[in-house]
């Protein structure tokens, strides 16, 4: 979650980030494994934005090139 008391986002203020949306995935996983059930979002969906966070750093190191996903 985003402290905004802080005055920013992460990308002006990255200690504005703070570490309770990976809190709530790992309790997610807990409580999956505990109950049987499955993750609020599985690997597939998870590794979509992976890809993309990866696709614009390597646009970023190559001068804006597009990058195919």
Known sequence: MIDTKKGGAGANDPSAITPDRHSRNFQ???????????????????????????????????????INL
């Open 28 to 66: 997610n996983v807990v409580d999956a494994i505990d109950r049987g059930e499955s993750l609020s979002i599985d690997g597939h969906e998870a590794r979509k934005g992976m890809e993309l966070i990866c696709a614009i750093y390597e646009s970023a190191r190559s001068d804006g090139k597009p």
